[in-house]
């Protein structure tokens, strides 16, 4: 992994950086967005309340923390209501497709030109019980075999224009996938807790995981065993897979004329980006203030809807 000292967050910072982000996370897990009219309950919803909820306040946390380190900070969410689906052959030869991730967490520390790149794909469950994690499902079952094995596959959507991904090859491959785990009964006053699992041994129960906002600021700093290094140099199939993520879901432009103009609203033109995607709606802003609630965008394309994704960016200042 490429260090640059002179620009990654010190210890200290990083313990800061997690106790901010993980008070800022706890409140959206609790109360959701602004957007939302209850508070959440499924895995989908808990991710828009990350995404759309605790980005403005978890950047209005660090800012101040980074700008005395010597760091400018750029931090984005994206709430995507669709996640990319991918296909591939498991250990016994049966055709598999599941969910690629429900969340992205990427994390850019450097200069433009030289920048090390962590990355995490996130898969969001709740807990069947309190401290008990449950991966019988189906589905849940094909998911934790992609992440703990990482068979070759494809993207289903055309769009992504990447087909026989070998993530096994570089280092770090079991870092790639992580499973977030919503316990909704550790703690008295509803309020849940959001803990990141390895994929190896399954998840089982709920000890001393990180909990999200911690594992961020790892990122952030970082450190090994969180996330996996997808700096876009190395031009691995990891690399260039989160490369593809980050280059669809920035680039969908939603059209609306009658509110839009011909131009449309392309996602990620400004420092701190929100969208909410139903079956039939989007709602973004690029105001640091947080979405407004009267920006009913109706995309017309059928386009991809990218994926949810925390972008955090630090750059040494000038």
């Known amino acids: 992994m490429t260090f640059m000292s002179n620009v990654s967050p010190s210890r200290t910072l990083i313990d800061k950086l997690a106790f901010e982000a993980d008070l800022a996370i706890d409140a959206a897990l609790r109360a959701g967005s602004p957007t939302m009219i209850r508070s959440p309950r499924t895995e989908i919803e808990f991710v828009a309340a990350v995404t759309l909820g605790s980005v403005h306040d978890i950047a209005t946390a660090w800012r101040p923390l980074c700008r005395a380190a010597g760091l400018r900070l750029t931090l984005?969410?994206?709430?995507?209501?669709?996640?990319?689906?991918?296909?591939?052959?498991?250990?016994?030869?049966?055709?598999?497709?599941?969910?690629?991730?429900?969340?992205?967490?990427?994390?850019?520390?450097?200069?433009?030109?030289?920048?090390?790149?962590?990355?995490?794909?996130?898969?969001?469950?709740m807990a069947r019980a309190m401290q008990r994690v449950s991966l019988a499902g189906?589905?849940?079952r094909v998911q934790l075999d992609l992440y703990q094995?990482?068979?070759?596959?494809?993207?289903?959507?055309?769009?992504?224009?990447?087909?026989?991904?070998?993530?096994?090859?570089?280092?770090?491959?079991?870092?790639?996938?992580?499973?977030?785990?919503?316990?909704?009964?550790?703690?008295?006053?509803?309020?849940?807790?959001?803990?990141?699992?390895?994929?190896?041994?399954?998840?089982?129960?709920?000890?001393?995981?990180?909990?999200?906002?911690?594992?961020?600021?790892e990122m952030a700093g970082n450190a090994i065993g969180f996330g996996r290094e997808a700096s876009p140099s190395l031009q691995t199939d990891w690399s260039k897979t989160i490369e593809r993520l980050l280059d669809v879901t920035y680039k969908q432009i939603f059209h609306n004329k009658a509110v839009l103009g011909p131009g449309g609203m392309r996602r990620g033109a400004h420092e701190i980006v929100y969208l909410m995607r139903?079956?039939?709606?989007?709602?973004?802003?690029?105001?640091?203030?947080?979405?407004?609630?009267?920006?009913?965008?109706?995309?017309?394309?059928s386009r991809p809807g990218g994926i949810s994704l925390v972008h955090?960016?630090?750059?040494p200042f000038d």
């Open 312 to 315: 955090i960016v630090l750059r």
């Open 138 to 140: 189906p589905s849940s």
């Open 149 to 217: 094995n990482w068979h070759v596959f494809d993207f289903s959507d055309p769009v992504y224009g990447l087909s026989q991904l070998n993530l096994m090859t570089g280092a770090g491959a079991i870092y790639s996938g992580t499973i977030g785990v919503l316990d909704r009964h550790l703690h008295l006053k509803a309020q849940p807790v959001w803990t990141q699992h390895r994929v190896k041994p399954t998840p089982a129960t709920v000890s001393n995981e990180p909990r999200l906002g911690t594992f961020m600021a």
């Open 76 to 125: 984005t969410g994206v709430f995507c209501h669709a996640a990319p689906r991918v296909r591939f052959l498991d250990g016994n030869g049966r055709q598999r497709q599941c969910e690629l991730a429900d969340l992205l967490i990427v994390a850019d520390v450097g200069s433009p030109k030289s920048f090390v790149r962590q990355a995490v794909l996130v898969q969001a469950k």
């Open 278 to 301: 139903s079956l039939d709606s989007a709602v973004s802003s690029a105001s640091s203030g947080g979405p407004p609630y009267d920006y009913e965008i109706q995309p017309d394309d």
